[in-house]
């Protein structure tokens, strides 16, 4: 404690590292007892308000076999002072050096991440090729999101998890355990055991080779053994499936700071720009009274203030509004709210709003998406200019007055018409809050206009168009922040650089590796966080590695390319994303795949049934 | 005539260990999760957001730890105490833990009523030093008519000022292993606040001690009210 004194002392938010937090665990070593850290390539704040995390680190620790710990990117300070006391990377829990460890899970949620998983094994003293680590490494793994792209990585982790990582998380632990207790452990023959486990790749045991136009020729495993296809896992019965009794009640101010429960994983709408929506099909919930008694005990095992309804989509519940009325009737008295994630412009929504407004009142976000009818329907995002004005009508007469809209600049087929059409809808809003009976509004309005910038992912319909250059994107920037005049409308958007890099990144190859270590090594980290971003050393990097940043994000694929990710299976077919594809350039709409099977493909390639047998019988 | 009594729980509780890098404004938010989770009778402020009302005593500086801090929150009724002095254990974060407990209808804030603290202070040394040497320099330093601190202060001008007058009393424990640990007495609160590191500050600079790390350690051990010009533990 003394030595970490030392440092703690000299260093901003010296809670960000401490651990001790209600709920979390510090076991006493035994012997046997596997080792592993689950690490998030950002700081605590951040990492501490992803769900994933809290779910892997309570599973794993419910079992006495297993120590999970944690670890987040240290602040510039704090690395600073590891460097200087000559001293490395420590978990939370017991603060011990990563290299000590049996396995280092990093969690991949965001691309300009990376950088940040480089630096944790730096100020660890662990080479950042899987090739350079020996036996006595941990074996270093990576899943969440992200892992569906794992190439640019793929020199770096030894292993990726694709898809829901609950069961498989504890398959690898027992497969280690099993190959260390018959002393047949090396990493290699480890590794290769492992890609036998379903919905695990280890990039290692695969060799790709290039066309002259620099796109892939072939992807193929080395050994006869090894899967060509890895399948993504899920949770088949998602209902009443394990949630953690308690979560980790966090120190310091962190993003999402209350207590969540996942009542849904999947989505049905089928909106062309989302992963999210595309990766975690198909649609599974929790029941009513799954999901209620699961809140219950959170509640009493954690003191929060606040618990969220988290899914993609968590109005789209079944029983929403009966899991929303039965817990308000609950907890009112108790002072417990409930908060909903960005919400799509429906009177639906409305009429839930008013039901958690009775404990607190929170802000709205709005995910509007797109400026005109006609690019929400190239989207797919199925709500019309009716459900946006009666929404934010019905709104004003209820009592709020702040409102944030958020859209997406850059997605195909844009066109000015529809960048002033997002300028035309604050507008709209202001207007339609004056339109509300004076009795009923309370001072000035204020809509704040979100904007990011879209960056095509892989596995979506547009996983081939070819993404904004950074000047396209800035030109859209600078046209609405012309175009949004009221004084009563706010317009705040995100850097086109960062999302330039993020889309290089996101479809990017192997021949990405070097790029991010040498990105790295020239000095570039946290490169989400705006003061630490440097988009031209990664120019920079790439000019020095002869490497052309925009093959991988401006430039539009043709659908017989090899992608870098097609060696993996997310369900989906591509048959389905090239035919979704079409249809938006057609503005055709697809309809929410509740109504009926849209043929995804995740029903044969992942469940070999229907996706909800009740719906579609 | 109504006559309004406010109901105040007052906690007293140490804070120690990693426990001691904890921030005031994030220390108040842990509490008010504990306080919920034993389900005490909370008088909540109202308003959109509603909230437990929490008052702590005396500031305490990140990184000093402290075996006598107190807080108190306003609640709707009593009840058993023991909810309090046998919390369950794994209802704290690590090196928070509850001493005592009691009710009070005191119309004061805590924060009011705060006159004095004590605290032990560590210092690590170049070399050893006598410690009848060292005992006899801290009774000179400490009968001086004025001991002037500049006070320096972020884009403001420094101000000085004569601290003796906020000295209760500093006692020199040991010089043992290269270490001097000293006790001292302070006042604080409104009527008048001093850090104890200034003293030993300046006692340092006085007897030239040659240190082998700058750092001073701090534990604060009590915090005192004044009834009938004694120093009385808050509960």
């Known amino acids: 404690m003394e030595k970490l004194d030392k440092l703690l002392r000299n260093v901003q938010n010296p809670s960000r590292y401490i651990g001790g937090e209600i709920n979390s665990y510090n076991k006493e070593i035994t012997e046997g007892m596997v080792r592993f850290v689950l690490a998030f390539p950002d700081i605590y704040e951040i990492g501490m308000s992803y769900l994933g995390f809290q779910i892997l680190y309570n599973l794993k620790n419910e079992r006495d076999d297993i120590f999970c710990e944690r670890v987040f990117s240290p602040w510039e300070d704090m690395e600073n002072e590891l460097r200087k006391n000559d001293m490395e990377l420590f978990t939370l829990e017991s603060k011990t050096p990563l290299k000590e460890m049996d396995f280092i899970g990093f969690t991949l949620q965001y691309e300009l991440s990376y950088t940040n998983i480089l630096g944790m094994l730096d100020l660890s003293n662990i080479p950042f090729r899987s090739k350079d680590r020996d036996d006595d490494m941990p074996i270093i793994l990576a899943g969440g999101p992200n892992a569906y792209n794992p190439e640019p990585i793929a020199e770096i982790i030894d292993l990726f998890v694709i898809g829901e990582g609950e069961e498989v998380n504890i398959e690898l632990i027992e497969l280690y355990k099993l190959m260390k207790k018959e002393n047949t452990y090396t990493k290699k023959t480890y590794l290769r055991e492992a890609s036998k486990i379903e919905g695990i790749y280890v990039p290692s045991l695969y060799e790709v080779s290039y066309n002259k136009d620099k796109t892939i020729k072939e992807f193929k495993p080395s050994f006869e053994d090894v899967p060509k296809l890895i399948k993504k896992r899920i949770i088949r019965n998602f209902d009443g499936y394990y949630y953690p009794k308690k979560v980790i009640v966090p120190f310091q101010d962190v993003i999402h700071d209350r207590a969540m429960i996942e009542i849904f994983r999947g989505c049905t ?105 006609r690019l929400r329907d190239v989207i797919n995002k199925g709500v019309t200019e009716e459900n946006l004005t009666s929404t934010l009508s019905e709104i004003f007469e209820n009592g709020w007055k702040r409102v944030k809209l958020y859209f997406m600049l850059g997605l195909p087929t844009e066109t000015y018409e529809d960048i002033q059409g997002i300028a035309d809808l604050g507008e709209k809003s202001i207007e339609m809050y004056y339109n509300v009976d004076k009795s009923l509004r309370k001072g000035k309005p204020t809509v704040t206009i979100s904007t990011a910038n879209f960056v095509p992912k892989p596995f979506t319909p547009f996983q081939w168009f070819g993404q904004d250059t950074v000047e396209e994107l800035n030109e859209k920037h600078e046209f609405l922040k012309e175009k949004i005049t009221n004084r009563n409308v706010n317009y705040n958007y995100h850097g086109s650089w960062e999302s330039s890099l993020e889309g290089i990144i996101a479809r990017g190859d192997r021949k990405l590796n070097e790029v991010i270590i040498k990105a790295y090594e020239k000095g570039c980290k946290f490169d989400a966080w705006r003061e630490y971003f440097n988009y031209d050393l990664w120019l920079e990097t790439f000019e020095l590695l002869n490497i052309d940043p925009y093959f991988y994000n401006t430039r539009t694929r043709d659908y017989s390319e090899i992608l870098p990710w097609d060696h993996l299976d997310c369900g989906v077919t591509k048959e389905y994303l090239i035919k979704e594809n079409e249809k938006a350039l057609e503005v055709k709409l697809t309809t929410d795949c509740r109504n009926y099977c849209t043929n995804c493909g995740v029903n044969k390639q992942i469940i070999g049934g229907d996706c909800y047998p009740e719906i579609n019988s | 005539m109504v006559v309004i009594v406010i109901l105040k729980l007052i906690v007293k509780y140490e804070k120690i260990n990693y426990a001691k890098y904890l921030a005031h404004l994030e220390l108040s938010g842990i509490i008010q999760r504990i306080l919920r989770r034993l389900e005490l009778p909370l008088e909540y402020s109202s308003g959109y957001n509603p909230k437990p009302q929490i008052a702590f005593a005396a500031p305490l500086s990140v990184g000093t730890s402290s075996k006598g801090e107190y807080f108190e929150v306003r609640i709707t009724e009593e009840f058993d105490l023991r909810k309090i002095t046998e919390i369950d254990p794994s209802f704290l974060p690590v090196g928070i833990k509850f001493i005592d407990a009691t009710f009070s209808t005191a119309k004061n804030s805590i924060m009011a009523i705060v006159s004095d603290a004590s605290y032990i202070l560590k210092i ?81 600079e006085y007897a030239n001690i040659e240190l082998s790390d700058e750092f001073i350690n701090i534990q604060r051990q009590e915090i005192f009210k004044n009834v009938n010009s004694e120093q009385v533990p808050i509960i």
């Not at chain 1, 009737?329 to 039901?355: C, M, N, T």
């Not at chain 2, 500093?170 to 010089?175: D, P």
């Open chain 2, 124 to 204: 690590t040394t170049e070399r050893q030093y006598e410690e009848d040497d060292i005992r006899e320099k801290l009774n000179k330093f400490l009968a001086q008519d004025e001991i002037i601190w500049e006070k320096i202060r972020r884009k403001k001008k420094p101000i000085t000022k004569n601290i003796v007058e906020f000295i209760n009393n500093v006692f020199l424990l040991n010089t043992n292993n290269k270490e001097m640990i000293f006790k001292i007495n302070v006042k604080t609160g409104s009527n008048g606040n001093l850090q104890p590191d200034v003293i030993v500050k300046k006692f340092i």
């Open chain 1, 269 to 373: 709408r089928g909106c062309r720009f989302c992963q999210a929506g595309m990766l975690y099909r198909p649609i599974r919930e929790r029941s009513k009274e799954d999901i209620l008694e699961k809140m219950d005990t959170l509640i009493k095992n954690t003191g929060f203030e606040e618990i969220a309804l988290s899914s993609l989509s968590s109005l789209d519940h079944s029983e929403v509004k009966g899991i929303v009325t039965d817990f308000v009737d609950k907890y009112e008295s108790k002072k417990v709210g409930l908060s909903l994630p960005s919400l799509r412009l429906d009177s639906f929504a409305v009429d839930i709003l008013k039901d958690i407004q009775k404990v607190r009142k929170t802000g709205l976000t709005f995910a509007a998406e797109a400026g005109t009818q």
